[in-house]
């Protein structure tokens, strides 16, 4: 099946600076979706973005489907940006949610 | 508009029991799918219903099972409980296939 793997796995980040967060897939794919897991354990769906830019306030997304990967970008994080990002495709050809996650990446921002 | 709702929050059983879990997708979410999230595996797919049919099914054994009733609403259950089987079990709706997903806050199942 289609593997996602994720860059960094943890990333520690002092209060107001910007990171990137990276997403490979080893296939094309339909579906491509940002998620913040919290500390409480809620994922909460950031962008789905299986091609091209988004942004939303502080954060932005882009996936180039062509070369198989996307990035998320955090500006002038907040210890509220503290949790777990995952990434999760769903391969091209295929209808449906059946989601691959990737492993994270595990933030943490001091004030 | 409520969220995906998903009851019980936290559950407690013993190996060899069974359990019932619940979910209420978003109003108007035909698309209800379930993962399951551990240290080791992290999140995993189990089952995707729409329409009331089972559209997809991930790589998990015949103890796990599921439904969807028509008002969309789908419970999920695990027979003949295994200590393995502690996890958080999330659930997710989306209006159609192939659309953004929305998660509950999961159910906590211990095993013991």
């Known amino acids: 099946g289609i593997q996602v793997e994720q860059s960094p796995p943890d990333l520690i980040l002092q209060e107001g600076a910007n990171s990137t967060l990276r997403c490979n897939f080893s296939?094309?794919?339909?579906?491509l979706q940002w998620f913040h897991q919290n500390p409480w354990g809620q994922l909460i769906n950031l962008f789905y973005?299986?091609?091209g830019t988004k942004q939303n306030g502080r954060l932005s997304a882009t996936t180039v489907a062509t070369e198989r990967y996307s990035l998320l970008y955090i500006s002038s994080s907040q210890t509220t940006d503290s949790g777990v990002y995952f990434c999760?495709?769903?391969?091209?050809?295929?209808?449906?949610?059946?989601?691959?996650f990737g492993g994270g990446t595990r933030l943490m921002v001091k004030p | 508009k409520a969220g995906v709702t998903q009851t019980p929050r936290y559950l407690i059983k013993t190996r060899g029991q069974q359990v019932t879990l619940s979910c209420s997708p978003i109003s108007g979410h035909r698309s209800v799918s379930w993962y399951q999230q551990t240290p080791g595996q992290g999140l995993q797919f189990l089952f995707e219903?729409?329409?009331?049919?089972?559209?997809n099914k991930g790589n998990f054994p015949g103890r796990f099972s599921g439904r969807q009733f028509s008002n969309s609403r789908s419970e999920m259950n695990v027979s003949t409980l295994e200590l393995g089987d502690s996890a958080l079990y999330l659930c997710?709706?989306?209006?159609?296939?192939?659309?953004?997903?929305?998660f509950g806050s999961g159910t906590q199942l211990s095993v013991l």
């Open positions: 219903y729409f329409s009331e049919t089972q559209r």
């Open positions: 973005i299986p091609s």
């Open positions: 999760a495709v769903f391969p091209a050809g295929n209808a449906g949610n059946m989601l691959t």
């Open positions: 296939d094309s794919v339909n579906n």
């Open positions: 997710a709706s989306s209006r159609a296939r192939d659309e953004k997903l929305f």
